[in-house]
C-alpha cells in the first residue's frame, strides 16, 4: 500500500524511565482498595440504617427489660482503635525514610493493639444477657458485633503478614504500596466502629431516656 | 484502509510480547487464563447460555398458561420456574452479560493490554460460574427457591419456605454479587487509571462512560443487597428475627433493602446499554454523535436519580403520603436525562445516511419497544393507577418491555456490532435479519397483549386460571407468539455459532468505525496493541486515520506484562505497572469461597471451614507474585 505504512511508527511517549513503583494514588491498588471500602461502607450504612429504621417501628427501644449496655469497655475499645489507627500512621512514616526497625515495631504495636480490642470484645459477648433470636435488638446487636469483629480479625491478619514482611527486609522508601493499602483498609476498619459504638452504646440510652 | 503488517508486527517481531501475554493452552490451563479478553468472552458466552435457559424456562411456563386450568405443571413448580426465570435472567444474564462487554472491551477501546487485577477478574468468573450452576443444579433437584426473584418476605421467612430453595437463594445472591462488585471496581480502575495517553476524560468513548457509571451503581447498589440476603439468611438458618414481626423485626424493612438495589439494577443493566446505542449510531451514521457532553451528563445523571426511585415499587405498601410523593417526584425526574439522550439520538440521525445493517436494527428496535415500556411507566408511576394495576400482568407486560428493549435489543446490538472484533469472522446479515424481524415481532406479541390481561384482571404469578375468566384466547395467542419470540434468538443463536467457523473475514475494522477497539487485529492478538496507541481526539480512528499521524508508547518490556498507568483525569504517563501471569489460584478461590457459602445451607460451621480455607487460598494466590526476586529494574 502507500509509503507510509513501511516507516517507523511515530513514538511521542517513551516509557523506559517511568517508575515501575508505586507509593500511593499512582498505583491501581490503591484505588482498588478504595473500591472495596466504598463497598464495605455501603455494607455499614445498609447495617446502620436498618438499625434505626427498626427503632423507629418499635415502641420500646431496647426492648421492655433490657437496660442499655455498659459503656466502659467499648469506648476503651474505641480509644484503642483509634491509638492503633496513629501506629498504622508512624509505620507509614517509617518507612518512608527507610527506618524499617520502627516501622516492624509500630504495626506489630497496631496488631496488638487490634487484638487487645478482640479479646476484650469476645469478653463482652460472653456477658451479652440475651441471645440473636430474643428479638430484633439482639439480632441486631450480635450480628453487627460479629461483622466488626471479623473485619478487626482480617485487618489484623493482614498487618501481621505485612510486618512479617517487614522483617524479611521487605518494604523499603520505594516498595511500600504493600503498606499504603494495608493502612488504608486498617484504618476503615478501626473507624467503621464509631457508628457502631455510637447506635450500639449510645443510641438505646438516647431512645429510652426519650422514653422510646 | 486495510492495513497490512508494517515491519514490526511481522510474526518475528512480535514473538516475543505475544508469548509473555500469551493464555496457555490445555483444559487444565483454561482454569489459569487472566487475559481480559478470556475472561470477558467468558462472561458474554456464560451470560448468554443462562438467557437461553431461562429462555426456556418461560416457554415452559407459557406451555402451562396456554389453557385454564392446565395440569402440565403444579403450583409449587411453576413458583420455582417464575423464580427463577426472573433470578436468572436479572443476576445471571443482564448484569453478567453489560459486565463482560465492558470486560472484554473497555480495556481495547481504552488502548491498554489488561485489566487491573486480572486475577480477580478471573476469580469473578468462576465465582458467577458456581453460583449460576448451583442454582440450576437446585432447580433440577427440584429444590429452587420459589418466592420470586425478589423473595418477600414474610413468605421467604423460614415459617413459610421451609425447603432448601430459599437458602439457595439468599446464599447464592450473596455469592454472585462478590462478582458484580468484583467486576465494578476493576472496571473502575481500569477505566480512570489506565487509559490511553491523551485519552482525557472528555474523550472517552461514550461506551466506556456508561461502563464507568455502571460500575459506579453497583458499588452502591449492590452493598444492599448483599446486606439484606445476609440478613435474611441469619434470620432462616439462626432464628433471628430481623424480619419476624413477633421479635420486632419489619418485612417491609426487607423490600426497602431490596429495592433500594432493585431499582439501580434496572439502571445498572440499562445504562451500558445506552452507551451501546450511542456507539452503534456513531458507527453507522459515520458522524460522531450529536451532544457528546449533554450524553454524558445524563449518564451521571441517571445515575445519581435512579437511588432517588426505589419505593415505587412499593406504592401499595401503606407508605406515608409525603414519602409517595417524594419518590413521585424522583420518578417525574428521571425523564429529565433520559429525554436529553432520546433527543440527542434524534439529532445524531437527523439528516444522515443511515447504514441499516442488523446492529442498526436492533438500535433502531429498542426506540420503539422501549418507548412503549416508558409510556406504561408514565403510568403505573401514577399511584392511583399503580394501585389498579399492581401485581397484574400489566405489569408483567410493562417490566418485559423495558427491560427488553432497555437491555436486550441494545445487548444484541452489540453482539453483531463487536462479534467481528471478537471472533474474527462478522455475523451473517441475512440471518441477523430475519432474527431481528422474528425478535421484534415476537416481543410486541407476546407482550403488549398482556396489557389487556392485566386491566381484565389477570394476577401475576398464578400457575393457572378458571375458565370462566375469558382469559384463554389471549393466553392462547401469548403462547404462540413466545415460540416466535425464541424462534428469533435461537436464529441469532444459530448465526453465532455458524458464522464462526464460515462467516466473512472481518479485518481490522469491519464498519468503519472511531474507537480504538477497532485498531487492533480481529480478534485481537494475546497483547491487544503491539504498541500501546497515544491518542489525540475523541475519535481517533476517524482523526487519525493516516497512520503518518498515529502516535506510539515506546519503552514497555517485551519480555514480562507491562502496562501503562496514567493520571486519571488528563491521562499523562504516570508509571508502568507490572501485571501478574495466568494462575490457578483464582479458581481455588472461589471453590472454597463456594463451598463455604454452600455449605452454610447445610450446616453453619461449614462457613467457617471455607473462610480459613479461602486464607490459604489468598496466600498461594499472592505468593508466587515476588517482585523484589526480579530486581533488574531499569
Not at chain 2, 481495547?108 to 458467577?128: E, H, K, Q
Not at chain 2, 441499516?356 to 408511576?381: K, R
Request: include cysteine; hydrophobic fraction near 55%.
Amino acid at each position: 500500500m502507500s509509503m507510509s505504512e513501511v516507516t517507523e511508527p511515530q513514538f511521542s511517549v517513551d516509557a523506559t524511565q517511568l517508575s515501575r513503583f508505586h507509593g500511593g494514588t499512582d498505583a491501581p491498588i490503591w484505588w482498588g482498595i478504595v473500591g472495596l471500602i466504598l463497598i464495605e461502607m455501603s455494607v455499614v450504612a445498609a447495617f446502620v440504617i436498618s438499625y434505626f429504621y427498626l427503632v423507629m417501628v418499635n415502641p420500646t427501644w431496647p426492648p421492655e427489660g433490657q437496660p442499655a449496655s455498659e459503656l466502659l469497655w467499648p469506648t476503651v475499645s474505641m480509644v484503642l482503635l483509634l491509638v492503633s489507627c496513629v501506629t498504622m500512621y508512624l509505620a507509614g512514616k517509617s518507612v518512608n525514610r527507610d527506618r524499617v526497625t520502627a516501622f516492624v515495631i509500630y504495626t506489630w504495636a497496631s496488631v496488638a493493639l487490634a487484638t487487645v480490642v478482640l479479646v476484650i470484645r469476645w469478653l463482652q459477648f460472653q456477658t451479652f444477657d440475651f441471645s440473636w433470636n430474643d428479638h430484633v435488638y439482639g439480632s441486631l446487636v450480635w450480628t453487627i458485633s460479629g461483622f466488626h469483629f471479623l473485619h478487626v480479625v482480617s485487618a489484623a491478619t493482614g498487618t501481621s503478614v505485612v510486618a512479617l514482611l517487614g522483617m524479611k527486609k521487605f518494604f523499603n522508601s520505594k516498595q511500600r504500596i504493600g503498606v499504603v493499602v494495608d493502612t488504608l483498609y486498617w484504618n476503615f476498619v478501626a473507624l467503621a466502629w464509631i457508628p457502631f459504638y455510637l447506635i450500639l452504646y449510645w443510641a438505646p440510652r438516647m431512645t429510652q431516656t426519650a422514653g422510646g | 484502509m486495510h492495513k497490512s503488517p508494517t515491519y514490526d508486527q511481522t510474526p518475528e517481531a512480535t514473538a516475543p510480547l505475544s508469548q509473555t501475554w500469551q493464555s496457555p493452552p490445555g483444559f487444565v490451563s483454561w482454569f489459569t487464563h487472566v487475559n481480559q479478553r478470556q475472561i470477558g468472552y467468558r462472561f458474554v458466552v456464560t451470560s448468554l447460555i443462562f438467557f437461553a435457559l431461562a429462555g426456556v424456562l418461560a416457554l415452559i411456563m407459557r406451555l402451562q398458561l396456554i389453557a385454564p386450568e392446565n395440569t402440565l405443571l403444579g403450583a409449587d413448580f411453576y413458583n420455582q420456574l417464575f423464580t427463577m426465570h426472573g433470578t436468572t435472567m436479572m443476576f445471571f444474564f443482564a448484569v453478567p452479560a453489560m459486565e463482560g462487554l465492558g470486560i472484554y472491551l473497555v480495556p481495547l477501546m481504552i488502548g491498554t493490554r489488561d485489566m487491573s487485577f486480572p486475577r480477580l477478574n478471573a476469580f469473578g468468573y468462576y465465582v458467577y460460574l458456581i453460583a449460576g450452576v448451583s442454582l440450576f443444579v437446585a432447580l433440577f433437584l427440584g429444590m429452587a427457591p420459589a418466592a420470586g426473584w425478589f423473595s418477600y418476605v414474610p413468605l421467604a421467612n423460614i415459617a413459610f419456605s421451609p425447603g432448601k430453595g430459599m437458602d439457595f437463594w439468599t446464599s447464592m445472591i450473596t455469592f454472585i454479587e462478590i462478582s458484580a462488585l468484583a467486576a465494578a471496581v476493576e472496571l473502575i480502575v481500569t477505566i480512570l487509571k489506565q487509559r490511553a495517553p491523551g485519552m482525557t476524560l472528555n474523550r472517552m468513548p461514550l461506551f466506556v462512560w456508561s461502563i464507568l457509571v455502571m460500575s459506579f451503581m453497583i458499588l452502591f447498589a449492590m452493598p444492599t443487597v448483599m446486606a439484606g440476603s445476609v440478613l435474611l439468611a441469619l434470620d432462616r438458618a439462626f432464628d433471628m428475627q430481623f424480619f419476624v414481626a413477633s421479635g420486632g423485626g419489619d418485612p417491609l424493612l426487607w423490600q426497602h433493602l431490596f429495592w433500594f438495589f432493585g431499582h439501580p439494577e434496572v439502571y445498572i443493566i440499562m445504562v451500558p446499554a445506552l452507551g451501546i446505542i450511542s456507539t452503534v449510531i456513531a458507527t453507522f451514521t459515520r458522524k460522531p454523535v450529536f451532544g457528546y457532553t449533554a450524553l454524558v451528563l445524563a449518564l451521571v445523571a441517571t445515575g445519581f436519580v435512579s437511588f432517588g426511585l426505589w419505593v415505587h415499587h412499593m406504592f401499595t405498601t401503606g407508605l406515608p403520603h409525603l414519602g409517595l410523593s417524594f419518590f413521585t417526584a424522583a420518578g417525574a425526574m428521571i425523564a429529565i436525562p433520559s429525554g436529553v439522550q432520546v433527543f440527542c439520538w434524534i439529532a445524531s440521525l437527523w439528516g444522515t445516511r443511515i447504514r441499516f445493517a442488523t446492529p442498526m436494527l436492533f438500535v433502531l428496535g429498542f426506540f420503539a419497544i422501549f418507548i412503549i415500556g416508558g409510556l406504561t411507566g408514565v403510568m403505573v408511576a401514577s399511584i392511583p393507577f399503580d394501585t389498579q394495576v399492581h401485581d397484574s400482568y400489566f405489569v408483567v407486560a410493562h417490566l418485559h418491555y423495558v427491560l427488553i428493549g432497555g437491555a436486550v435489543f441494545p445487548f444484541f446490538a452489540g453482539l453483531y456490532y463487536w462479534y467481528p472484533k471478537m471472533t474474527g469472522r462478522l455475523m451473517s446479515e441475512r440471518l441477523g435479519k430475519w432474527s431481528f424481524a422474528l425478535i421484534f415481532i415476537g416481543t410486541n406479541l407476546t407482550f403488549f397483549p398482556m396489557h389487556q390481561l392485566g386491566l381484565e384482571g389477570m394476577p401475576r404469578r398464578i400457575y393457572t386460571y378458571l375458565e370462566g375468566m375469558g382469559w384463554g384466547d389471549l393466553n392462547f395467542a401469548i403462547t404462540l407468539a413466545a415460540f416466535v419470540l425464541a424462534a428469533g434468538f435461537l436464529l441469532t443463536l444459530i448465526n453465532a455459532v455458524i458464522s464462526r467457523t464460515r462467516g466473512a473475514e472481518a479485518g481490522d475494522n469491519p464498519w468503519q468505525a472511531d474507537t480504538l477497539e477497532w485498531a487492533a487485529t480481529s480478534p485481537p492478538q494475546n497483547y491487544n496493541f503491539r504498541h500501546l496507541p497515544v491518542v489525540n481526539s475523541r475519535h481517533p480512528l476517524w482523526d487519525e486515520a493516516d497512520l503518518t499521524r498515529r502516535q506510539y508508547v515506546k519503552g514497555l518490556r517485551a519480555d514480562r506484562r507491562e502496562l501503562l498507568v496514567t493520571t486519571l483525569l488528563e491521562a499523562q504517563p504516570q508509571s508502568v505497572l507490572i501485571m501478574p501471569g495466568p494462575s490457578i489460584w483464582p479458581f481455588l478461590l472461589a471453590l472454597v469461597v463456594g463451598f463455604g457459602f454452600l455449605g452454610f445451607m447445610f450446616q453453619p460451621l461449614l462457613f467457617v471451614v471455607g473462610f480459613a480455607l479461602s486464607f490459604f487460598a489468598i496466600t498461594g494466590w499472592l505468593w508466587p507474585r515476588k517482585p523484589w526476586i526480579s530486581t533488574k529494574e531499569n
